[in-house]
C-alpha cells in the first residue's frame, strides 16, 4: 500500500526540482541531489537497444556543479526560456530506504522571437532517498522518448 | 548567378580558387534535387554501419543516404547486403523498424515479402484467388528486387555506395586515411549508443563547419579554457584525389598534453590559446576552473599518441576522435533548410571497466549537449536563418590559410579544407567555375 503523503512530497520534490531550472536558478539545480548522486539524459532508443549513448552523464555533484558553470561561464547556446510540464508523478515503491519514483516530463521551448514549441518529453526515473531536511535525489535518470532532439541541450532537463 | 545553359548547371561558381561559397547553395530546392542525383545516388561512398551492429543473421539497421532510406543486413551466408528501403510494387516502406532482426522483411502494404539480399521472395495472390486476377504469366519475381548497394568494409566500419560502379572504397578514400581509419578501429568494437539531433540548416554548413579547425577554440569557448587544442599545432591533410576527404589530427605531444596526467595542461596552453583568440570584445572572462577536470582530459591510448583526429569523408560521413570519445557521425539532407546528424558512437571490446567509466565521462564533450559541441547548432542554425532571411545573393569569403587548396598543412589555421570540400562538390554537381566575382569586388 502506498503512502499517499509520501507520494505528495516526492511530487513536491519533482515541483521544486523542475521550478528551479525553469526560474533559471540553475546553481540551485544540483542541491535537490545528494553529493554522491548521478544524472543522467538518456536517449530511449539507447535504453530500448540495452546500449548507453546518454545525452548528459553527471556523476557527482561536483560534475553538475561543472556542468552549471561551463552554462553560466564558457557555453553559447541559443536564447531561450524553457518551462517544463510535469505530471504522472507515481511512487513506485520504497526498499531500504530508497523511493522509486517516476512521472511524467516535457519541455517547452520559447525561442528569442517568442515562438514556442515542444522540445522535449520523457519520462523521469528517481531514487529519492530521506535526508535531513526533506527529500533527495540519489539518481535522476531522464529516459527521453522524443531521442532526436532540435536545437542545441544546454540546460538540464 | 548565370545559368549555364551547355552543362545544365544551375549557377556558375564564383571564384576558381574556391574562395566564394554562393550562398543560393544553402537554399535552392533546385540545387538540393541535383545534389540527390549528383552527389549522393552517385559514384560516392558513405558510412552506413558497424560489422559489430550485425551479430545474427536477420540483423537489420534501417539508415539513409542523401534523402534515400536504405536497409543493411546480415544474411545467413554470412555476408552484408545493403538496399534501398521502398517496396518494388508501390513505393512502400518495407522495413520500419530502426533495427531488428528477421527473416524476412514483409511490406506491410501487399505482403511482398524478401529476404535478407534484399531479393523478392513470395508475393501473395501472385497467382490470384479462385481464379480471378493475379499477376500476368510473365511476371517473375526476380525483375523485382529491391535496389541494391554497393557495400564494402574498413577495419570493421560499413561504407555504402549508391552507384554498383562506385570506384574501390580505398581508391575514393586514400590510403593516408585508410590507415589512419584502422588506427582508430584497430580491435573489435561495441556500439555504446546511438545519438540523433536534427537542424534546421543545410547539411553543408555542417560539413565546413567540420573542416574548420581554427573555429573551435573562439566558438567553443570550453577548449581555450582547458587548453585542449591550439589549431597552430594540428597537422591537416586533405585529398583532392577521387573522395575529396580531409582529416585534421593532432597528438597529445604535439598539444603538449604529455603533462595532462598532472593535469598541467591548462595552465601552459590555455593563457596562449586565449590570447590570441581574443577580441577587444571579450572583456574580463573568469577562469573556468572545474571540480573535476577528468572530463576535459585525455589518456593517450591509439597508435602515435592520437589525441584528437576529425576525419571528414566527401560527402556526408565524419569520424571524431577526442581524448577517449569514439563516434562516427551521418549528415542527412532533409530539405534545403533541415538536417540530421546520426552519431554512431562506439567503445572496443577489450575496454576495461575504468576505461569505460572515462568513455563515458567524456562523451559529456559531444552530442547535443555537447561542452565542445553544443555551439555548432546554434551557429548554423543562425546562419541558415540569415542567409534565408536576408539576400540571397553573395558569397561567403574564404581566404582564411590563403587562396589556394592546399593538400597538406601543419597547422590548422587556415579554411583550405573548406575549399577542398568545394571544389570536390564542383566537381560531382559539374559546376563550371569563373573568376567575375573576385574581380568585380
Request: with cysteine; glycine share 8%; net charge negative.
Amino acid at each position: 500500500m502506498i503512502d499517499i503523503e509520501t507520494e505528495l512530497q516526492l511530487a513536491r520534490l519533482n515541483n521544486l526540482y523542475v521550478q528551479c531550472i525553469d526560474e533559471d536558478r540553475l546553481e540551485e539545480w544540483p542541491s535537490f541531489f545528494v553529493e554522491d548522486a548521478r544524472y543522467i539524459i538518456f536517449p530511449r532508443e539507447n535504453l530500448d537497444a540495452g546500449l548507453e549513448g546518454y545525452w548528459m552523464y553527471c556523476g557527482s555533484g561536483a560534475m553538475m556543479r561543472d556542468r552549471i558553470k561551463a552554462l553560466r561561464q564558457v557555453n553559447i547556446y541559443n536564447i531561450h526560456y524553457d518551462r517544463h510540464l510535469l505530471s504522472n508523478v507515481v511512487l513506485q515503491g520504497e526498499e531500504d530506504g530508497v523511493y522509486e519514483v517516476r512521472s511524467n516530463y516535457a519541455v517547452v521551448q520559447t525561442d528569442v522571437e517568442g515562438r514556442c514549441h515542444m522540445f522535449s518529453t520523457g519520462q523521469y526515473r528517481d531514487k529519492v532517498i530521506k535526508v535531513d531536511d526533506g527529500y533527495k535525489f540519489k539518481e535522476k535518470i531522464v529516459v527521453v522518448d522524443s531521442f532526436n532532439i532540435d536545437r542545441p541541450l544546454a540546460v538540464p532537463f | 548567378m548565370l545559368d549555364n545553359m551547355e552543362n545544365n548547371s544551375p549557377l556558375v561558381w564564383p571564384s576558381d580558387d574556391y574562395t566564394r561559397t554562393p550562398y543560393e547553395v544553402y537554399t535552392s530546392s533546385e540545387i538540393f534535387a541535383q545534389e540527390q542525383q549528383k552527389i549522393f545516388d552517385a559514384p560516392t561512398w558513405m558510412y552506413v554501419g558497424l560489422e559489430c551492429e550485425f551479430k545474427q543473421p536477420g540483423d537489420y539497421t534501417t539508415s539513409f543516404m542523401g534523402t534515400t532510406p536504405i536497409v543493411i543486413s546480415l544474411a545467413p551466408d554470412g555476408e552484408l547486403y545493403g538496399f534501398v528501403n521502398k517496396c518494388a510494387h508501390r513505393g512502400a516502406k518495407v522495413v520500419r523498424e530502426l533495427r531488428g532482426n528477421a527473416k524476412f522483411l514483409k511490406c506491410l502494404y501487399h505482403g511482398w515479402t524478401y529476404d535478407n539480399m534484399g531479393d523478392l521472395k513470395a508475393v501473395p495472390l501472385k497467382n490470384g484467388i479462385m481464379g480471378q486476377g493475379g499477376y500476368p504469366d510473365d511476371f517473375k519475381t526476380e525483375n523485382h528486387c529491391l535496389r541494391k548497394l554497393k557495400l564494402d568494409t574498413i577495419a570493421g566500419v560499413i561504407f555504402g555506395s549508391l552507384d554498383l560502379n562506385a570506384p574501390p572504397l580505398l581508391d575514393y578514400i586514400g590510403p593516408g586515411i585508410v590507415e589512419r581509419i584502422k588506427t582508430i578501429c584497430h580491435s573489435p568494437m561495441k556500439v555504446w549508443g546511438y545519438q540523433r539531433q536534427t537542424m534546421n540548416c543545410n547539411w553543408k554548413l555542417f560539413v565546413e563547419n567540420t573542416r574548420d579547425m581554427y573555429h573551435a577554440p573562439m566558438l567553443h569557448a570550453f577548449i581555450p579554457q582547458f587548453g585542449m587544442f591550439n589549431p597552430a599545432k594540428q597537422k591537416n591533410e586533405l585529398i583532392l584525389e577521387n573522395g575529396g576527404a580531409n582529416q585534421a589530427f593532432s597528438t597529445y605531444e604535439l598539444e603538449g598534453v604529455k603533462a595532462a596526467a598532472k593535469g598541467l595542461i591548462g595552465k601552459v596552453a590555455a593563457p596562449i590559446i586565449k590570447k590570441s583568440m581574443s577580441s577587444p570584445a571579450d572583456g574580463n572572462r573568469e577562469k573556468l576552473i572545474f571540480e573535476d577536470p577528468s572530463v576535459a582530459r585525455g589518456v593517450s591510448e591509439l597508435a602515435g599518441g592520437l589525441y584528437i583526429n576529425i576525419v571528414s569523408i566527401f560527402p556526408a560521413t565524419l569520424f571524431t576522435i577526442i581524448g577517449q570519445t569514439f563516434s562516427i557521425r551521418q549528415f542527412r539532407p532533409i530539405a534545403p533548410d533541415k538536417m540530421e546528424t546520426v552519431y554512431t558512437w562506439f567503445q572496443f571490446e577489450s575496454d576495461d571497466e575504468e576505461m569505460h567509466d572515462r568513455r563515458v565521462k567524456q562523451s559529456n564533450l559531444l552530442g547535443p549537449a555537447g561542452y565542445v559541441s553544443m555551439e555548432d547548432a546554434e551557429v548554423m542554425e543562425s546562419t541558415q536563418q540569415m542567409i534565408a532571411r536576408g539576400l540571397e545573393s553573395g558569397s561567403s569569403f574564404m581566404e582564411m590559410g590563403g587562396r589556394n587548396v592546399e593538400e597538406t598543412g601543419n597547422h590548422g589555421v587556415t579554411e583550405t579544407s573548406i575549399r577542398g570540400f568545394w571544389k570536390t562538390y564542383c566537381k560531382y554537381m559539374d559546376i563550371p567555375t569563373s573568376t567575375d566575382q573576385v574581380a568585380a569586388e
